[in-house]
Structure formats: structure tokens, C-alpha cells
């Protein structure tokens, strides 16, 4: 109810503010619409409003600035000298439906590119001087913009230098190796293969060149509109219609389409993968290598897509359900055809969770059912869509008519995604009770409970998350923690994201003068923050496991606190509840784990290659002498090949077929299928974290015998 009072409000207070847009031509009316609504919902529906004034003006600058040019790349203290008078204005533009420093960002950013352009082919078309004891400092923050375009136009040529250094190597490594292999290979001189070295790197800068200078005006805008949001905290964004539905697809798991993974080269659209199940699949014609060379609607004239961009090819390709598009298509042996697919709903199955049976060759070894869940999805259009839970109770179910001793809840790299579907997760595994307590604006407390007295499953759980485990995933293993119901194991502490987002439509809240500008997007506004039923808060902090293992990011700090304008850490009431009935002495475990991470070479080599990892990372001066160049790629390359599997090692693992009939049907039926199954069966046995997992779940299940 409040939130429409709040609408109501909002949409007149957006009535007055947007008045000055009446005479504008069509695309700058709509920028200023889109702007100053935007404004009006943020103040309106936000966790923590900000107030339009030169503090948020600055904060709104320094966001856009690192947006427009984030490696210092293309600007001069000059440009920035004249975009500084801006630097507390931004606030009055958009009061004022004004956009005067957009237009002038917009005008300084594609001169200088322009100049760059125009450089880079001067400065590869004749060798460096590669015995200079120089040096170029390759991290923006330790670094200034350049003073001027002469000082710019320099450190290109050192940038460029050290592009052509590492693919004189590379050369020089694969001629190496070819001459090992035959004796008939031509041995290039230096000279021929430095030359080749920059005539490659020519081209990957053309290619890069060619990209920028697609950059639409739109393109710009959103990142302009997204230094607004961003003030106000960092996953509050703003959506134009494209980028809106592509969201959906990656929260859903689903899409409407042809199913084929689609890349750009040199200005030609190729198919990378056919989706199995997918249209294309079924058609048969479409193949990986082919190039799409034009696009048409049903029986319509083809459009040409050749140097379109991506992104506006596969807007011409995806389509509702039921219609037809034909492609002009290239095939590998040069042959052009058209192959006419008819759309489909597509499932995007790497997305969905999925279910295993892991043990090991010992005696008396336990039989473990592992879950995977790679994000809390949930069809945000179809209410009777796919969700996580329905999946999670299917795989839970599954795996108890396979009389599992324990389960492996595995939530690494799970980035979140809906608070409705972790309560009813959580709610599998306890009573009822409460699972996550929620802060809107103004301190308005809501408790997300089970009220479902029954459990799917009451038997040894362990949940796995990592540094990359945020937002939804930490809710539940928060939830897990605090009732004792799980043993937490993975890295030093998870992402550290509490905070809850909703979508709300800019279309929806704008007067019906202005109705002819849309589509007009969404926004993703963060309204809530939640809490632990302890009263603790994972924003910032994160969970910290129960049983840490080593992790090749340890060294290194990422997550929340990272981020610009991250909303403060704090704490709540707590929140009444029972902890787990069965209990076990977790202290214990983790003093087995950490014995057997001690002694384990595979844990070792995680920890060497996290502290590699993190020097390599600081290690940001770069010397510009050849000799010197080739000593530290040469022991990088050594450390990167020794390093390149930690956390891939043989394990003790292995999988136990299933005997459910589906199951096993499902696979045998789909060789696809199968091939991803095996694929993925080897990953999990070389796994050495959760093969660490589990031993750390044997544990517990001997601990429960007692």
C-alpha cells in the first residue's frame, strides 16, 4: 500500500519537474525524461534517498568520469580541466532538464578517441626501440591523467609497446616449438617476427577501434543515467528496454529464440554453439563456424548484418514463440544458404540446478547427494515459470529415494537472485520458523518465515560458498549457520551483498504526454536490506563459513566493501528461533579439516598460487626493456602453467550412478545430454574442495552415529 502511495506522489512530483521537456526534439525529450524520472524514483522508493546537492554532484562526476574513460586512456588533464567546471553542477542539470555536460562529455570523449584512432596505426608502423631501460605504470590508480596529448600520445606508444612485446614472445615461443617438432620449419629473424607482431596488434586495435566507434549516443546515456543511480548505491542501475529483457532471461533461465550462442570478428556475426533442444538444434542446418550474413522476418526482406553489432544482430534474431526467421548463412566451405527456423521457448540448462551422487573406493564410504544451484532463479513473467525450489525439492526428493547419507549443497559462485525462493529452500530443511529478517525505508521490520511444519530433508547438510556466493546465497547460508542446520564450509567469507533490489517500470511512471517516447526501461532500485535472524547483517561482511579452506583469491580483496558508495554494515533486533535438534561438534571438524588441508599438496599449491596471484596483481610497473620483458613473462609462464589447475586435482572422488529410471533414461537417450553429464562428472571428481567437503560430511555423519 505504501509503495503506491509513494507512486502517486512521485508521478506528480515528475508532472512538474519534467515540464521543460514539452518543445525538445524527440531523442533529447526522452533523455530528459528518462533523467529526471529516474531522479523522482530513486527519491521516492530508495533504502537510503540522497539529497540533490553538490556532494551528490560529485560523487555523480567522479562515477561517470570512470565510466567514460575508467584506464585513463583517452583523456588529458586539459579535458578533464574543462569537465571539472561540471563537477558541482550535475545536481542543477538535472533540476534543470538540462544536459549541457552530457553533450560536451559526449563531444571531448569522441574527439579524443578520434585522436587515438588516428595514432595507434603511426605508432605500429615501425619497430620500438626495445633496448630502453623504460618503465610504464599500467594501474590507473597510481597513476594521473596525462598532463597533455603529447603525454598521452606517449604513454600509447609505451602501451602499445608492451602489447607487441608479449606477441613477439608468443611468436618466438611458437616458432620455437615448431622447430622442435620438424626440421623443415623457416626460422624467422627478429626483425620478421616483430614486424608480424605489430601487424597483429595492428588489427585487434582496428577491431577495437571499430567497436568504440559503434557506440551509440544510447549507449552513453545509460552509463550518464547509471552515474546517477550509482550514487546511491551500486547495485541500484538503470535498464534501457534491451538491456531489461536480457536480465530476465539470465534470472529466468529462458528465453524465446533459435537457441545458437552467437560471437563477433571482423565485422562478421558467427555461431559458436547450437544449444541442444533448442530450434536450431532441431532444424539441423545451423552449425558452429557458420557466419550469419543476413537476417529476415518471415517472408520480409533480409537485413544485412555484416559490421552490425552484436547486440542489435541478436535483437533480429531472438523472436516470440511460434514465428519465423531466415538466415542467410555462410558455410565453412563457402557455400551461402538460407535456413529457415521457427522460434521456440528455450531453457537455458546450465543455469538450472542439478543433482549427483558422490562416494569414494573405502570401505563403509558414505553415499553423498550433491546439489549444484548456479543462481536462485525464478520466471519473473510467468507465474507458473520454473523456480529454484520446485528444482531443489525435485533434486532433494531424488536423492533420498537413493538413500543418500548426507547432502552437498553447493552455492559457489551463486551471485543470488530471488528472496522468495530462498525462504521456501530454507524452509526444506527446518521446521518453521524464521529464515531472514528485511529493513525497508524507515525502519519498517519484516520477518520472511517457513510456516511449513514439515521438512524435506533432516539429515547431514553441508553448504559450500565461496567469495563469489552473495545476496540470496548468503540468506540461506546465514539462515543455515544460525539454526546449527549446516556446517558452512568454503572461503574466509563470502561477497557480502544485503541488500534486496525490485524492478520498477520508468513507463508506468510517466504522464501520458510523454507516452509516445516509450519504451523507456526500468529501473533495479534497492528498497530493502536484509538481516540475519540473529540480528547481524551480511552487508559488507559477508558469512563466514564454519570450516575455512584455502582459496586462490584469498590474497586478494573482493566484494562489497570494493565497491563505490556500498550502503553501511549494521545490525538488527534478533529474531526468536530454535536451533537444530541434532548437533555436532563443529570445532572438532574444522580441526580434522585444517590437519588434512595442512598436509594436502593440492591445498598448498591453492594457497602458493593465491599469494602469486595477489603479487602478480601489484606487481603493476612494467619494464619496457625486451630482456627484461622476456625474464618475467618467462617466470610468469612457468608459474601460470603450475598454477593453472589449483583447485583441479585427482581426487578420491568418485560418482555413483543413479538408479532412478528417469534419470538414467534421460541421459541415455540424449547423447548431448550425456557428453555434458560426463563432462561435468569429471569436474566434480577433480574438485579437490569438495572432495574436502566430502570427508568434512563423512565426518559429521560418523560424529551423528555417536
Not at 565485422?267 to 539441423?284: L, T
Not at 563457402?334 to 551422487?357: C, F, N, Q, T
Not at 552455492?411 to 525462493?421: A, Y
Amino acid at each position: 500500500m505504501r509503495l503506491k502511495k509513494i507512486a502517486i506522489v512521485s508521478i506528480i512530483s515528475i508532472a512538474v519537474v519534467l515540464i521543460t521537456a514539452l518543445s525538445l526534439e524527440d531523442s533529447t525529450r526522452k533523455e530528459k525524461v528518462v533523467m529526471s524520472t529516474i531522479y523522482e524514483i530513486l527519491k521516492s522508493f530508495h533504502y537510503e534517498p540522497q539529497n540533490l546537492d553538490d556532494s551528490f554532484s560529485e560523487k555523480m562526476y567522479a562515477l561517470y568520469l570512470k565510466s567514460l574513460d575508467y584506464n585513463k586512456m583517452y583523456f588529458t588533464q586539459e579535458e578533464i580541466l574543462v569537465l571539472d567546471t561540471y563537477k558541482r553542477q550535475l545536481d542543477n542539470e538535472i533540476q534543470q532538464g538540462s544536459l549541457t555536460f552530457f553533450e560536451l562529455s559526449i563531444e571531448l570523449i569522441e574527439k579524443q578517441i578520434s585522436k587515438i584512432a588516428d595514432l595507434y596505426p603511426v605508432l605500429l608502423s615501425k619497430p620500438f626501440d626495445y633496448s630502453v631501460a623504460d618503465s610504464i605504470e599500467i594501474d590507473e590508480k597510481k597513476r594521473d591523467y596525462a598532463k597533455n596529448q603529447g603525454e598521452l600520445e606517449l604513454y600509447w606508444s609505451k602501451f602499445l609497446k608492451v602489447q607487441v612485446m608479449d606477441e613477439i614472445i608468443q611468436l618466438e615461443n611458437e616458432q620455437k616449438k615448431a622447430a622442435e617438432k620438424s626440421d623443415t620449419v623457416t626460422i624467422k629473424s627478429f626483425e620478421e617476427i616483430e614486424k608480424i607482431a605489430r601487424e597483429k596488434i595492428l588489427k585487434r586495435y582496428n577491431t577495437r577501434f571499430k567497436r568504440l566507434k559503434q557506440t551509440t549516443r544510447s549507449d552513453r546515456f545509460s552509463a550518464y543515467v547509471n552515474a546517477l543511480t550509482g550514487v546511491f548505491d551500486p547495485h541500484t542501475n538503470y535498464f534501457p528496454p534491451k538491456d531489461k529483457q536480457d536480465f530476465d532471461i539470465s534470472i529466468s533461465g529462458k528465453l524465446e529464440g533459435i537457441g545458437a550462442t552467437l560471437s563477433e570478428r571482423d565485422g562478421y556475426i558467427k555461431v559458436v554453439e547450437i544449444v541442444p533442444g533448442s530450434p536450431s538444434w532441431k532444424q539441423g542446418e545451423l552449425k558452429p563456424e557458420d557466419v550469419i550474413l543476413k537476417v529476415a522476418q518471415g517472408d520480409s526482406e533480409p537485413v544485412d548484418i555484416v559490421d552490425m553489432r552484436l547486440d542489435e544482430a541478436v535483437q533480429l534474431i531472438r523472436g516470440p514463440k511460434g514465428t519465423k526467421v531466415v538466415l542467410t548463412v555462410k558455410k565453412i566451405d563457402g557455400k551461402v544458404v538460407k535456413i529457415p527456423i521457427i522460434r521456440d521457448v528455450i531453457m537455458l540448462e546450465e543455469k538450472y540446478a542439478k543433482s549427483a551422487l558422490l562416494t569414494v573406493k573405502q570401505p563403509k564410504s558414505p553415499k553423498i547427494g550433491y546439489i549444484y544451484l548456479p543462481q536462485f532463479y525464478t520466471d519473473m513473467n510467468d507465474a507458473n515459470g520454473r523456480r529454484c525450489s520446485d528444482d531443489i525439492k525435485k533434486e532433494i526428493r531424488l536423492l533420498q529415494q537413493e538413500n543418500v547419507n548426507g547432502i552437498i549443497l553447493d552455492l559457489r559462485d551463486n551471485g543470488g537472485g530471488s528472496l522468495n525462493d530462498v525462504v521456501e529452500i530454507g524452509g526444506y530443511f527446518i521446521e518453521k520458523g524464521p529464515i531472514v529478517q528485511v529493513n525497508s525505508t524507515g525502519n519498517s521490520r519484516r520477518v520472511l518465515s517457513d510456516y511449513n511444519a514439515s521438512i524435506e530433508y533432516d539429515g547431514p547438510l553441508v553448504i559450500i560458498v565461496n567469495t563469489f556466493s552473495a545476496s540470496a546465497s548468503e540468506i540461506l547460508a546465514a539462515a543455515m549457520q544460525d539454526y546449527k542446520r549446516a556446517v558452512i564450509v568454503g572461503t574466509q567469507s563470502t561477497y557480502g551483498k544485503g541488500t534486496v533490489q525490485r524492478f520498477v517500470d520508468v513507463d508506468r511512471l510517466i504522464e501520458s504526454q510523454y507516452k509516445d517516447l516509450q519504451p523507456l526501461g526500468a529501473v533495479k532500485v534497492t528498497i530493502q536490506k536484509f538481516y540475519r535472524i540473529n540480528g547481524g547483517s551480511t552487508q559488507l561482511k559477508g558469512v563466514t563459513p564454519d570450516i575455512i579452506l584455502p582459496d586462490v583469491y584469498q590474497a586478494i580483496e573482493i566484494g562489497e566493501k570494493e565497491l563505490d558508495y556500498a550502503l553501511r554494515w549494521d545490525v538488527t533486533q534478533a529474531e526468536k528461533y530454535s536451533t537444530w535438534k541434532y548437533q555436532v561438534d563443529v570445532k572438532k571438524l574444522a580441526k580434522k579439516s585444517s590437519a588434512r588441508i595442512a598436509n594436502d599438496s593440492a591445498f598448498i599449491t591453492i594457497s602458493n598460487s593465491a599469494q602469486w596471484l595477489a603479487d602478480k596483481r601489484n606487481a603493476t610497473s612494467i619494464s619496457l626493456q625486451l630482456s627484461d620483458y622476456r625474464a618475467r613473462q618467462k617466470q610468469d609462464v612457468e608459474l601460470s602453467e603450475l598454477y593453472k589447475d589449483a583447485g583441479k586435482h585427482t581426487t578420491a572422488l568418485e560418482i555413483v550412478p543413479f538408479t532412478n529410471s528417469i534419470v538414467t533414461n534421460d541421459v541415455a537417450i540424449d547423447s548431448v545430454m550425456a557428453k555434458r553429464t560426463n563432462d561435468w562428472h569429471k569436474e566434480l571428481i577433480q574438485d579437490v574442495e569438495l572432495y574436502e567437503t566430502y570427508r568434512i560430511i563423512s565426518d559429521m555423519i560418523a560424529e551423528y552415529k555417536k
